[in-house]
């Protein structure tokens, strides 16, 4: 699958990581849809004490919405931090997809463990970003 | 029957001293403190030195009237304690007492400072229940 | 991966010895004027060691809470949160379970442990009285409470990156049994 951008946002909605290849308009239009993205996770994450359906309550919300080229895909953790995977193909597997979300939030639980990482801020550490690139190379 | 037992650091201070049965007092307890020490590491190294079969680690010795068995751990912990002359091989005792008693309560304990004089009221507190329960305590 | 115990719990009371006597002896010496800087005041002394230890685990909490929610479904309620710190989070860093929880449903818990981990090898110079009892006195529980505030910012952090906004107390008189009140910062 050609991933377009990954980005990741914190519990109070902040951007803690927007990693993409592209730049300039490009760029800004990719991170209007990671922030558009957010808005239909608010939608597909259940209130606490809300349904209870098992299905709401995965950590992988699937495909949130398609666009002309595009489709965006969410996932939320226990500590409500977003991941919003961006990508190109039209022929993709949820499993992939679900599998790629995984191995990010490996690496991220990876990147806050850094002693000098406070929580909450954003993540500029070059050992996640070159984790983060092996791995989208990988998928 | 236990006696009593020591516990040294490895500068020679005392840092334990406890009885349970001692019919016949010492003279002079600090004394006894003082050179008990002293005289167990002079027999560690001469018992080792004339052993016919190396190596060689001095356990324990027995006089007409008591058994003193002796426990040194890697660190320079050392350990005595006197028994009737009947009683058999305390190495699993000793070891227990090191291991479980002493690292735990003592070594482990955040208000024990490492050189002071052992107070820990959970350390003498265990020791006591601990040997009181030995079926040769009595 | 695992820590042995052992290590852990002595860096734990070398890190809160450390706080106390840096927050209580200045590390540089101070010059005259500067004197007035100097933390003389025990009530602050006190307030401060809390803040350090404190805050320090409210750090590791948060970011523990990551890790160690990572492998399952998403809570569904507050009552789940609790039920993770109780039995999971709990074991995976004390070793055990909790023994008791109480709650009055609208936002405060009462957790009892009655063998806290950090606390099982405290003890306290023996006064020759009482060989069995091990109840402590006013100055004793000031101390004890120096090894507990470093564990109550753990559970703070942890729920606070869950979703849980809180303040947690602890308050022991026997060791080492011991009890945190987590309230939340929502209830009235």
Same mark, same amino acid.
């Given at each position: 699958?050609?991933?377009?951008?990954?980005?990741?946002?914190?519990?109070?909605?902040?951007?803690?990581?927007?990693?993409?290849?592209?730049?300039?308009?490009?760029?800004?239009?990719?991170?209007?849809?990671?922030?558009?993205?957010?808005?239909?996770?608010?939608?597909?994450?259940?209130?606490?004490?809300?349904?209870?359906?098992?299905?709401?309550?995965?950590?992988?919300?699937?495909?949130?919405?398609?666009?002309?080229?595009?489709?965006?895909?969410?996932?939320?953790? &226990?500590?409500?931090? @977003?991941?919003?995977?961006?990508?190109?193909? !039209?022929?993709? +597997?949820?499993?992939?997809? %679900?599998?790629?979300?995984?191995?990010?939030?490996?690496?991220?639980?990876?990147?806050?463990?850094?002693?000098?990482? &406070?929580?909450?801020? @954003?993540?500029?550490?070059?050992?996640?970003? !070159?984790?983060? +690139?092996?791995?989208?190379? %990988?998928? | 029957?236990?006696?009593?037992?020591?516990?040294?650091?490895?500068?020679?201070?005392?840092?334990?001293?406890?009885?349970?049965?001692?019919?016949?007092?010492?003279?002079?307890?600090?004394?006894?403190?003082?050179?008990?020490?002293?005289?167990?590491?002079?027999?560690?190294?001469?018992?080792?030195?004339?052993?016919?079969?190396?190596?060689?680690?001095?356990?324990?010795?027995?006089?007409?009237?008591?058994?003193?068995?002796?426990?040194?751990?890697?660190?320079?912990?050392?350990?005595?304690?006197?028994?009737?002359?009947?009683?058999?091989?305390?190495?699993?005792?000793?070891?227990?007492?090191?291991?479980?008693?002493?690292?735990?309560?003592?070594?482990?304990?955040?208000?024990?400072?490492?050189?002071?004089?052992?107070?820990?009221?959970?350390?003498?507190?265990?020791?006591?229940?601990?040997?009181?329960?030995?079926?040769?305590?009595? | 991966?695992?820590?042995?115990?052992?290590?852990?719990?002595?860096?734990?009371?070398?890190?809160?010895?450390?706080?106390?006597?840096?927050?209580?002896?200045?590390?540089?010496?101070?010059?005259?004027?500067?004197?007035?800087?100097?933390?003389?005041?025990?009530?602050?002394?006190?307030?401060?060691?809390?803040?350090?230890?404190?805050?320090?685990?409210?750090?590791?909490?948060?970011?523990?809470?990551?890790?160690?929610?990572?492998?399952?479904?998403?809570?569904?309620?507050?009552?789940?949160?609790?039920?993770?710190?109780?039995?999971?989070?709990?074991?995976?860093?004390?070793?055990?379970?909790?023994?008791?929880?109480?709650?009055?449903?609208?936002?405060?818990?009462?957790?009892?442990?009655?063998?806290?981990?950090?606390?099982?090898?405290?003890?306290?110079?023996?006064?020759?009285?009482?060989?069995?009892?091990?109840?402590?006195?006013?100055?004793?529980?000031?101390?004890?409470?120096?090894?507990?505030?470093?564990?109550?910012?753990?559970?703070?952090?942890?729920?606070?990156?869950?979703?849980?906004?809180?303040?947690?107390?602890?308050?022991?008189?026997?060791?080492?049994?011991?009890?945190?009140?987590?309230?939340?910062?929502?209830?009235?």
């Amino acid at each position: 699958m050609k991933i377009i951008c990954v980005g990741i946002i914190g519990p109070q909605n902040n951007p803690l990581l927007i990693h993409t290849d592209f730049s300039g308009e490009e760029r800004k239009n990719i991170e209007y849809i990671v922030y558009t993205a957010l808005d239909f996770c608010e939608e597909k994450i259940p209130a606490m004490s809300g349904n209870k359906k098992s299905s709401l309550f995965e950590s992988y919300l699937g495909l949130l919405f398609p666009t002309e080229d595009l489709r965006v895909y969410g996932y939320v953790t &226990n500590t409500h931090h @977003k991941y919003v995977l961006v990508l190109d193909d !039209s022929d993709v +597997k949820d499993v992939d997809t %679900k599998k790629f979300f995984v191995q990010l939030h490996d690496i991220f639980i990876q990147a806050i463990s850094n002693p000098f990482y &406070n929580y909450g801020e @954003k993540i500029e550490s070059l050992n996640f970003i !070159s984790n983060l +690139k092996s791995l989208i190379s %990988k998928s | 029957m236990i006696y009593n037992l020591f516990i040294f650091s490895k500068d020679n201070k005392c840092l334990y001293y406890y009885e349970w049965n001692r019919p016949l007092k010492a003279d002079s307890l600090d004394y006894e403190k003082e050179n008990l020490s002293g005289l167990l590491i002079a027999i560690c190294d001469f018992v080792s030195k004339i052993s016919p079969i190396k190596p060689s680690f001095f356990k324990s010795y027995s006089t007409s009237s008591y058994k003193l068995h002796y426990y040194e751990s890697l660190s320079g912990f050392r350990m005595a304690i006197l028994t009737d002359p009947t009683t058999g091989d305390l190495t699993d005792s000793l070891e227990y007492i090191y291991g479980e008693l002493f690292t735990n309560y003592v070594m482990k304990n955040p208000l024990y400072e490492i050189g002071q004089e052992i107070k820990s009221q959970k350390f003498i507190y265990e020791l006591d229940l601990y040997i009181s329960k030995l079926p040769f305590f009595k | 991966m695992s820590v042995s115990e052992s290590i852990w719990s002595l860096l734990l009371n070398e890190f809160v010895n450390y706080v106390v006597s840096s927050v209580s002896e200045p590390s540089e010496p101070t010059k005259e004027e500067n004197n007035e800087d100097f933390i003389n005041d025990p009530e602050d002394q006190k307030k401060i060691t809390k803040a350090k230890l404190s805050n320090a685990g409210y750090q590791i909490g948060q970011k523990l809470a990551d890790r160690y929610t990572k492998d399952r479904s998403r809570f569904r309620e507050q009552v789940d949160i609790i039920r993770f710190l109780c039995k999971d989070f709990w074991t995976l860093l004390f070793g055990k379970n909790v023994d008791n929880l109480k709650t009055n449903h609208r936002g405060m818990w009462i957790i009892r442990d009655e063998n806290f981990r950090p606390l099982r090898n405290l003890s306290f110079p023996f006064d020759g009285k009482n060989l069995k009892k091990f109840d402590l006195n006013e100055n004793q529980i000031q101390i004890v409470q120096r090894f507990l505030y470093f564990p109550c910012g753990l559970i703070r952090g942890a729920l606070s990156a869950l979703g849980i906004d809180a303040d947690v107390d602890v308050h022991c008189s026997l060791i080492p049994a011991c009890e945190f009140t987590v309230i939340s910062k929502e209830s009235n």
